[in-house]
């Protein structure tokens, strides 16, 4: 069988609107983590915050200055991801994996579910899944006058159908899948990973607090 390589990607913009210079704050959780993953042929870090660039290279990842019309509020991940497998020439049988800074807390047991599912012969991408806080039937679009986002009078929980919402906590696809997958990196023929785990994705202050007494009261 063809040896398929394994690519890290970390995304990392310099502006952040929520918590200033987060990513700078979070590096090191994420650097530890990767330290204890083997199976990656290089760790591209994609930035445009030259704070990185001395970080990158006592962490061994390679530092990529992303284009900035892919490092802006409203760049999607897939356009970063499009640069990248373009001016890295990636095989098309490469797998890509996202890792996000503000994702700091990560159990290695889900990578290694997701490594073998990226070996089988029709892997195509895949991602997690997490329940989400608030079902949809129960949203409201609050104007002046009010309006069910989804029209229904279902009150029973039991009569709710059952959804999911992505989470970037797990994210990996081949170069040929990329195209075809939406701006979140997803499809049809995406793999689902339903996590059940609270996974705690910091963007401000407060939800920085919240991760260090988790860590803390472990």
Request: net charge positive.
């Amino acid at each position: 069988m063809k040896k398929i390589n394994h690519i890290a990607i970390i995304p990392a913009r310099k502006n952040s609107k929520g918590l200033r210079y987060k990513n700078r704050l979070l590096f090191d959780y994420t650097k530890k983590f990767l330290k204890k993953i083997n199976w990656f042929d290089k760790v591209i870090f994609a930035s445009d915050d030259k704070y990185f660039v001395s970080k990158c290279k006592k962490s061994n990842f390679s530092y990529y200055k992303r284009q900035k019309k892919n490092a802006l509020d409203n760049s999607s991940i897939k356009s970063l991801m499009l640069e990248i497998s373009i001016n890295f020439n990636l095989n098309k049988e490469t797998v890509m994996w996202l890792f996000y800074l503000t994702i700091p807390e990560r159990k290695i047991v889900d990578f290694y579910k997701l490594k073998n599912i990226t070996q089988k012969k029709n892997f195509l991408s895949a991602i997690s899944f997490v329940a989400p806080k608030t079902h949809p039937f129960d949203c409201w679009v609050v104007k002046k006058k009010l309006k069910k986002f989804i029209n229904n009078d279902i009150y029973r929980r039991q009569d709710k159908i059952e959804l999911f919402e992505h989470h970037h906590y797990l994210c990996a696809f081949k170069i040929k899948e990329l195209k075809k997958l939406n701006s979140e990196l997803i499809n049809s023929n995406t793999t689902p990973i339903i996590i059940k785990e609270d996974i705690i994705e910091i963007d401000t202050k407060k939800d920085l607090i919240k991760f260090k007494n988790r860590k803390l009261n472990k």
